[in-house]
């Protein structure tokens, strides 16, 4: 089916409520991508609702705001803002733990802490703890009620042994997301599904994935912010650049997708994937939109 063109950026206005996927859509790195908040501030003015969405565990609502004032002077209120790691934290709120295992950064001991003022939080400064007798003497008469994995830089064998006696004792195995891999500055990195699967695969334990492209994070946005789902699917736009996440995410809510392919996924991946995005844009900005939105179907032409 050839692609339909729609003329005009007013073709996105009747949407009420925007979820964003930030890096790769908004931003990549420490730099704003093509004039992306142009279309942001477009939607403030006209009154809708926007939401900052990532699967990035490394910042909390506040840093995320803050964050996003450095980079493209917008003031965005934090609670606008949701990481995984306060999904995490949200999530482990609700199954209320009382003892967790934390493998992760500052920004996730933080949303923990701010979920959980009274739960014990184990694993900080375990970095440290590199010899064999400091593995052989853990704390195992400790009973854990989650496992919490998200990225971490200083991930040593010392934290990836407690991680697994935890949830081979009867520990949820809980992960910000399954990400395996990431990119940063022409470096192919291993991402927090990583060390995910090695615990996984340890104990035979299914892990709960909070992040995206699990409905978790959708589901609280909309809850948080009194939007009814079911009723108001027509009004919600989710934005995002990898076909199995976010775009996935949003078939599966039976919601309207836009694809950019300044981020993950390429004009060829999409060509060959069966999975459609409602609208593909090659990147985000205002004076893109206004020019031309495609309807994606299939695309054996998408840009020619």
Known sequence: MALRKIPSFKALLPYKHFIFDCDGVLWHGDKELFNSFSII???????????FYTNDSTKTQAEGAAYVERLAGFRLDPQKFFSSAH????????????????????????ELSLALPNAQLLGKGDSRKTGLDDILSMRREENVDAVVVAWDHELNYYKLAYAVNSVDKGADLVACHGNLTYRTKGVLLPNTGITVRAIELATNCKPIIVGKPNHYGIELICKSFNIDLEREKKDVLIIGDTLGVEIKMANELGVDSLLVLSGRTSKEMLEGSEMAPTYVLPYLTYEECRELVYMAIVCPAFLD
């Open 87 to 110: 999904l995490v934290a949200r999530f482990a709120k609700e199954r209320d733990y009382k003892r967790l295992y934390v493998v992760g950064g500052e920004a996730l001991f933080e």
């Open 41 to 51: 501030r477009l939607l403030q003015n006209k009154g809708k609702n926007f939401f």
